[in-house]
């Protein structure tokens, strides 16, 4: 006797409509795992680079130029390729020597670097260097007391007349990196999630419905990119950037390291051009 391998008419209909609720489901959840894996390596390459830049902070006087070149090269890995090089059309890719040369020069060094350190949309830097201590507000009057006996050009990174001093040549380094998710479909829906977050709690009272993914009639995304817009300048940045399919998050490090050369007192070799008070 022969068993019959057919199956009802309505089982392959049942299978096609089961996998078209299922698989779209785990495409986003394989997508989105890559996504924030990225994004987890992005912040630790960014606690990395404040690392450097401290490091190159504390020997090099505090200049802010080699502090952010120390940054980029330690993010190298995460920046994706630059849009102008003088070496022509560079792929990023950073797996030999001559390749990390190439790709640092082209966001640190000539005409170009200026071009491939901001987003083109928006005035934006991709990697702030920012030197929290000694504070912006703090610096003349540190110069001009601890650096007296140095015409206040300096101040001596190994001075412990006080409290005061001791702290200021405690270098502490801050850096924002704009990060760019690239995985297609995830980066828009994470980056919607970042920057409505503080929003989602009251979305079903606001009208929200989840399945047609709308608000108030509105797109359910621009209403969580809407509502992340006002909570600072750089938010309303990366929400112009989103219009453009640009999707950026920032990720921020600290890092502090002890003096180990004197802080200068130069706009251009010494913490005053990227020193902040908050």
Same mark, same amino acid.
Not at 90 to 107: E, M, P, Q
Not at 131 to 140: A, C, D, F, H, Y
Not at 182 to 197: E, K
């Given at each position: ?6 199956? +009802? ?10 996998? @078209? ?26 606690? &990395?680079?404040? &690392?450097?830049? $401290?490091?190159?902070?504390? #020997? ?11 940054? &980029? $090269? ?24 001559? %390749?990390?040369?190439? #790709?640092?020069?082209?966001? /640190? ?6 071009? %491939? ?26 110069? @001009?007391?601890?650096?007296? +006996?140095?015409?206040?050009?300096? #101040? ?5 007349? %006080? ?8 270098? /502490?380094?801050?850096?924002? &990196? ?24 009251? =979305? ?6 989840? /399945?047609?993914?709308? #608000? ?10 809407? $509502? ?25 490090? /600290? ?7 004197? =802080?200068?007192?130069?706009?251009? +070799?010494?913490? %005053? $051009? ?5």
């Amino acid at each position: 006797m022969k068993r019959s391998l057919s199956t +009802h008419p309505g089982e392959s209909g049942q299978v096609l409509v089961e996998s @078209a609720l299922v698989i779209p489901v785990m495409v986003f959840l394989i997508l989105g795992i890559l996504q924030l894996g990225t994004l987890h390596h992005a912040r630790l390459m960014t606690e &990395y680079a404040a &690392y450097r830049a $401290a490091r190159a902070g504390i #020997v090099n006087s505090g200049d802010c130029e080699i502090m952010k070149k120390a940054a &980029y $090269a330690a993010l190298l890995p995460t920046l994706g390729p630059p849009k102008a090089s003088a070496s022509g059309n560079l792929k990023g890719r950073v797996d030999t020597l001559i %390749n990390v040369a190439k #790709v640092h020069d082209a966001y /640190t060094v000539g005409s170009q670097a200026a071009q %491939n350190q901001r987003f083109q949309q928006v005035d934006l830097e991709r990697v702030r260097v920012e030197v929290t201590n000694p504070r912006r507000s703090q610096l003349p009057t540190l110069f @001009a007391s601890y650096g007296s +006996h140095m015409q206040g050009l300096e #101040v001596d990174y190994d001075d412990i007349r %006080n409290a005061q001093v001791i702290e200021a040549n405690l270098l /502490t380094v801050r850096i924002t &990196y704009f990060y760019e998710m690239r995985i297609p479909f995830a980066n828009w829906q994470l980056h919607a999630f970042y920057m409505g977050r503080e929003a989602l709690n009251g =979305l079903a009272m606001r009208g929200v419905n989840f /399945t047609t993914q709308k #608000v108030n009639g509105g797109s359910l995304t621009d209403h969580l990119e809407d $509502a992340g817009a006002g909570q600072s300048p750089d938010h309303k940045k990366i929400r112009t950037l989103a219009d453009s399919n640009v999707f950026a998050i920032p990720v921020v490090a /600290t890092y502090s390291m002890r003096m180990q050369s004197n =802080l200068l007192n130069s706009g251009s +070799h010494g913490p %005053n $051009a990227c020193a902040v008070d908050g």
